[in-house]
C-alpha cells in the first residue's frame, strides 16, 4: 500500500513537472502582455517533433536535434508574436487569446503536412533508472523534474530581481506608463512569446522519450498547463509549478482509482480545489 | 445627461425580418448541384443557437464558459437515450433533455459561478472535459462507438427525409432564438446584463441581484446548447450519434465562433456560427475552382489563416464591422444625395 502510494506520488510529480514546464510558458506570456495563449501546447508539440525529426534522420547526434527543437520551438514563439499578436496590440485581451487559437490551428496543421502524422520517438538522454524511495524512476523523469525547478526558479528570480524581468511585468500592468518609462511593450511581447516557447520546446523535448509525440498531442498538453497555470494562481511561477505538481499527483491517483474515468475524477478534484480557494491555492 | 432611449420596434425587428426572409429563400437558392448546401445550413443553425445562448453569457454578462460543448453533447444523449432506452416520443424526449440540460446548468452555475474570469473558465473547461468524457465512456451512451438509428423528428411527416423541410425546422427554432434574443437585449433586463459585465459591484450597489441574474442566463444557455444537441441527434444525423462532435475542442470553437461574430451584438452569434462554419467548405469549393490539387491537406492551415485575418481586419467581430461599413455606405449615400439635390435648380 505504501509502495503503491509512493509510486503514484513519484509518477504524478514526473508528469506534473511537464505541466509545470508548460505552465511556467502561461505565466511568462501572461505576466508580460495579459495574454492567455493557447497555442502553448503547440510549443511543446513543435519541440518535440522538430527534435525527433532531426534525431530520426541519423546524421544529428542527440544534443544538437535538441538543439534544433528548441530553436524551432523559439523561432515559432517569435513568429507567432510578430505575426499574430503584435498586428493585434491594440485589441482586447479575449481577441489576443482567439488569435492564438487561430495560432494553435496553423501550427498543428504545418505539422501534420512537414512531419505527417504519425507518432515521433526520441531516445532518452540518459537511460536507465534509479531507486528512489523503493520505487524505480527513470533518469530521463529526473531530468524533467529538474527542468521545472530550475526553470521555475530562474523565472522566479528573473522577474523579480532582473531590469528585463521588472519591465517585463511593467508591460502587464500598464503598456502605457510602461512606454513612457522607456521600456518597449513590443519587444517585451517578443522576448516573452521566444521565452515561453523555449520553455515548451524543452519540455516537449523531455516528454518525448517517454511519452512519443505526434502532432495532435499539444492540445491536451497545453491546457493541462493551463489548468496548473489557473490552478496555482496565474502570474505567479511557483504557484504554476505547485498547481502542475499537484494536478499531476491527482491525475495519477484518479487513473490508479479508475482507469475509465481518470480526467472527470481529476478535472472534479481541481474544481472543488478552485471552490475551495476561488483566487488559486498560493493567492494571498 | 445622456439617457439611453428604447429603440424603435420597426428598427428592432427588421433584422429578423430580414433574416425570416433569407431563410424562406435559401432552399429556394440551394438547388441541383447546390443541394448539398442544405445540411450545411442546418448545421448553422444548430451552432447559432448555442452560440447565441454564449453571446448573452459572454458577449452582454461577461461570464466566460469554455465547457458549452459538454451541454451540447449532454442535451444531444439525454434526448437520444431518453427516445431509445426511455421509448418516449421524439418531442417529449426532446423536453426531457432540454429540461435536463437546464437543470444542469443550474446545479453547475450554483457552483462555479462565485468564481471570475480566468478561474470560472478553468471550471467551466473541467466541466466540459468531465461531460465529454462520460459521452466517451459510459455503456448507456454507446461509447466511442456512438448510437444508431434514432427516431427523427418528423411533425407529422411534413419534414421527413427532405433537407429543405429539416432546413426550415432547425432554422425555425434558430430564429425564435434569435428574435427572443433581441427583445431580451433592447429590454431593461439586457441592459442589467450589461451593467454585469461592467462592474459587478456597482451593478450590485443599483440594486440588480448579480448572481442570480448571472445563473438565469447561464441556465439559458445551458438549456440553449441542450436544445441545440437535441436538434443535432433528431434532425441532422439521426442515423448516427457519436461523441466525435462534443469534444474539448469544440467548446473552444463555439467561444471562437462568438468572438469572430462580435459579442457585443446579439447577431454575433449567428453571423460567427454561420461563417466559421461555411469557411471550411468556402475553401473546399475555393480551391476546387482554382485548380489547386490536395486542398484537404492545407484546408486546416488555410481555416487558421483566415480566422487570424478576420480578427486583424475585425477586432470587434464581424457583426460590429458589418454596421461600421453600412453606416459609411449610408453617409456616403447620403453626402451623394445631397450634392444631387443642391446642384438641382
Redesign the interface.
Known amino acids: 500500500m505504501q509502495n503503491i502510494a509512493m509510486l503514484l506520488l513519484v509518477k504524478g510529480v514526473m508528469i506534473g513537472s511537464i505541466y509545470a514546464l508548460i505552465s511556467l510558458g502561461f505565466n511568462v506570456i501572461y505576466r508580460t502582455t495579459g495574454v492567455?495563449n493557447?497555442a502553448q501546447g503547440e510549443f511543446v508539440m513543435v519541440g518535440g517533433l522538430s527534435a525527433a525529426w532531426a534525431s530520426g534522420t541519423g546524421r544529428v547526434p542527440l544534443a544538437g536535434a535538441i538543439g534544433i527543437g528548441l530553436g524551432t520551438a523559439a523561432a515559432v514563439g517569435w513568429l507567432v508574436d510578430a505575426?499574430?499578436i503584435r498586428?493585434?496590440r491594440?485589441?482586447?485581451a479575449?481577441?489576443q487569446i482567439?488569435?492564438t487559437?487561430?495560432?494553435?490551428?496553423?501550427?498543428?496543421?504545418?505539422a501534420?503536412?512537414f512531419w505527417g502524422t504519425d507518432p515521433c520517438h526520441l531516445p532518452p538522454l540518459q537511460p536507465g533508472s534509479v531507486q528512489l524511495a523503493g520505487v524505480a524512476v527513470e533518469i530521463q523523469n529526473l531530468w524533467m523534474l529538474g527542468a521545472g525547478a530550475v526553470g521555475m526558479a530562474a523565472l522566479a528570480v528573473g522577474f523579480r530581481w532582473t531590469a528585463t524581468g521588472r519591465a517585463m511585468r511593467a508591460c502587464a500592468e500598464n503598456p502605457e506608463a510602461a512606454r513612457l518609462c522607456g521600456v518597449n511593450p513590443g519587444r517585451m511581447s517578443a522576448l516573452a512569446f521566444t521565452l515561453s516557447a523555449l520553455l515548451g520546446g524543452l519540455g516537449g523535448i523531455l516528454l518525448t522519450p517517454v511519452l512519443s509525440m505526434s502532432y495532435d498531442r499539444g492540445?491536451?498538453l497545453g491546457?493541462k498547463g493551463?489548468?496548473a497555470a489557473?490552478?496555482g494562481g496565474?502570474g505567479h511561477p511557483v504557484a504554476g509549478v505547485a498547481g502542475g505538481l499537484i494536478l499531476g499527483v491527482l491525475e495519477q491517483c484518479s487513473a490508479w482509482y479508475s482507469s475509465?474515468?481518470k480526467?472527470?475524477l481529476a478535472?472534479?478534484l481541481?474544481?472543488i480545489l478552485?471552490?475551495l480557494r476561488?483566487?488559486?491555492l498560493l493567492a494571498r | 445627461m445622456n439617457v439611453p432611449q428604447p429603440i424603435p420596434n420597426r428598427r428592432l425587428f427588421r433584422g429578423p425580418a430580414l433574416l425570416l426572409v433569407a431563410i424562406l429563400a435559401f432552399p429556394l437558392a440551394a438547388r441541383g448541384d447546390y443541394a448539398y448546401l442544405l445540411p450545411l445550413g442546418q448545421l448553422c443553425a444548430i451552432y447559432g443557437i448555442i452560440v447565441t445562448g454564449l453571446t448573452l453569457l459572454m458577449g452582454f454578462t461577461g461570464q466566460i464558459s469554455l465547457g458549452h460543448a459538454g451541454f451540447y453533447g449532454f442535451g444531444a444523449y439525454v434526448g437520444a437515450v431518453a427516445a431509445t432506452a426511455g421509448r418516449l416520443p421524439v418531442a417529449a424526449a426532446l423536453g426531457v433533455a432540454v429540461a435536463a440540460g437546464a437543470l444542469l446548468a443550474l446545479a453547475a452555475g450554483f457552483?462555479?459561478l462565485?468564481?471570475?474570469g480566468?478561474?470560472l473558465?478553468?471550471?467551466t473547461?473541467?466541466?466540459g472535459?468531465?461531460l465529454g468524457?462520460?459521452i466517451n465512456?459510459a455503456q448507456i451512451t454507446g461509447g466511442a462507438g456512438g448510437m444508431f438509428d434514432l427516431p427523427e423528428i418528423t411533425l407529422g411527416g411534413l419534414v421527413k427525409g427532405s433537407a429543405a423541410g429539416k432546413f426550415y425546422l432547425v432554422w425555425a427554432v434558430a430564429w425564435l432564438v434569435v428574435l427572443w434574443a433581441v427583445q431580451l437585449t433592447a429590454s431593461p433586463v439586457g441592459r442589467a446584463l450589461k451593467a454585469i459585465q461592467g462592474d459587478e459591484g456597482a451593478a450590485a450597489a443599483a440594486g440588480i441581484p448579480v448572481f442570480w441574474i448571472k445563473l438565469k442566463v447561464f441556465v439559458i444557455s445551458g438549456a440553449l446548447a441542450a436544445l441545440a444537441g437535441t436538434l443535432y441527434a433528431f434532425v441532422y444525423t439521426p442515423s448516427y450519434l457519436g461523441p466525435e462532435e462534443f469534444s474539448?475542442?469544440f467548446s473552444?470553437t463555439l467561444?471562437?465562433m462568438a468572438?469572430?461574430g462580435g459579442?457585443g451584438n446579439v447577431w454575433g452569434g449567428l453571423a460567427g456560427a454561420a461563417v466559421m462554419t461555411s469557411l471550411h467548405e468556402l475553401i473546399t469549393l475555393g480551391g476546387e475552382k482554382l485548380g489547386i490539387v490536395q486542398v484537404a491537406?492545407?484546408?486546416?492551415?488555410i481555416?487558421?489563416?483566415l480566422?487570424?485575418l478576420i480578427?486583424?481586419f475585425c477586432?470587434?467581430g464581424l457583426m460590429p464591422a458589418l454596421g461600421g461599413w453600412a453606416q459609411r455606405a449610408r453617409a456616403w449615400w447620403g453626402r451623394r444625395w445631397k450634392m444631387r439635390t443642391r446642384l438641382e435648380p
Do not use: D
Request: hydrophobic share 65%; aromatic share 6%.
Open positions: 492567455l493557447f505575426l499574430a498586428p493585434l491594440q485589441a482586447s479575449s481577441v482567439i488569435a487559437v487561430g495560432v494553435s490551428i496553423c501550427l498543428r496543421a504545418l501534420a503536412i492540445t491536451m491546457l493551463f489548468a489557473i490552478l496565474l475509465l474515468y480526467e472527470t478535472l472534479a481541481v474544481v478552485l471552490l476561488p483566487k488559486g | 457552483a462555479v462565485r468564481l471570475h480566468h478561474h473558465a478553468l471550471a473547461l473541467c466541466l472535459v468531465i468524457e462520460f465512456k474539448l475542442m473552444v467561444v471562437t468572438v469572430i459579442m491537406r492545407w484546408e486546416q492551415l481555416f487558421g489563416l480566422l487570424a480578427l486583424i477586432p470587434e
